[in-house]
């Protein structure tokens, strides 16, 4: 069965960074694109970024576009999300999905990490 | 702000049935996609395309599509429906996917 693991969230300070993990297993992981989507405390959820299945083309929102950077290993079926400058409003669940197929349907979500952007 | 909108809260009688919607222009051109997703838990693919199912699903969800509307439909709501509803679908750019800002349903 399809498994998203996600990994790497903690407390850090405001402008520090962080680097998310997500580990993949149940699925032919370089077939598939993959996205990282957040929510912050009590709010709806807000996606984050896209990466191709072969990495080719990345996308990100404009909230993050500059600050975060998403990329993936397929040999190790792993996506990453790099955050730098990190800001109070980026505090949130991150969740690593898997795309359907083409299209922008996610079929498949992590649990989730927490990441908590305080002084 | 979204670019798809959603009513913040809907409420339904057991066994009802209740409509959700979600307003947007890229509804247009892209089908919408709708999530579950319970408290402390990761979203849930409930329908996708035009009227598709994930496995698992009940058939009591269903969707449709009209205009710059999409819709979901749940016939005969049961309490296990009552959970925080998302559309998505991509944005105008086509690039980027885009959530509705969620419908908390409450059974009653």
């Known amino acids: 069965q399809v498994q998203l693991v996600e990994s790497g969230g903690g407390v850090v300070q405001p402008g520090g960074s962080l680097r998310l993990s997500c580990a993949a297993s149940?699925?032919?992981?370089?077939?598939?694109?993959m996205h990282w989507v957040r929510q912050a405390p009590g709010k709806g959820l807000e996606w984050v970024a896209f990466i191709r299945y072969d990495g080719s083309n990345k996308y990100y929102a404009d909230s993050v576009k500059g600050r975060f950077t998403i990329s993936r290993d397929n040999s190790k079926n792993t996506v990453y999300l790099q955050m730098n400058s990190l800001r109070a409003e980026d505090t949130a669940v991150y969740y690593c999905?898997?795309?359907?197929?083409?299209?922008?349907?996610?079929?498949?979500w992590g649990q989730g990490t927490l990441v908590t952007v305080s002084s | 702000s979204s670019e798809l909108t959603q009513d913040p809260a809907v409420s339904v009688a057991l066994g009802q049935t209740v409509r959700i919607t979600c307003q947007g222009d890229s509804l247009r051109s892209y089908y919408a996609s709708w999530y579950q997703q319970k408290p402390g838990q990761a979203p849930v693919l409930v329908i996708y395309?035009?009227?598709d199912r994930p496995s698992g699903i009940p058939d009591r969800f269903s969707g449709s599509s009209s205009g710059n509307t999409a819709s979901l439909t749940i016939t005969g709501a049961q309490a296990e429906d009552e959970s925080d509803y998302y559309c998505?679908?991509?944005?105008?750019?086509?690039?980027?996917?885009?959530f509705g800002g969620g419908t908390k349903l409450t059974v009653l």
């Open positions: 149940g699925f032919t992981f370089s077939s598939y694109g």
């Open positions: 999905a898997k795309e359907r197929t083409t299209g922008a349907t996610i079929d498949y």
């Open positions: 998505s679908s991509r944005d105008s750019s086509g690039h980027h996917l885009v």
């Open positions: 395309g035009k009227n």
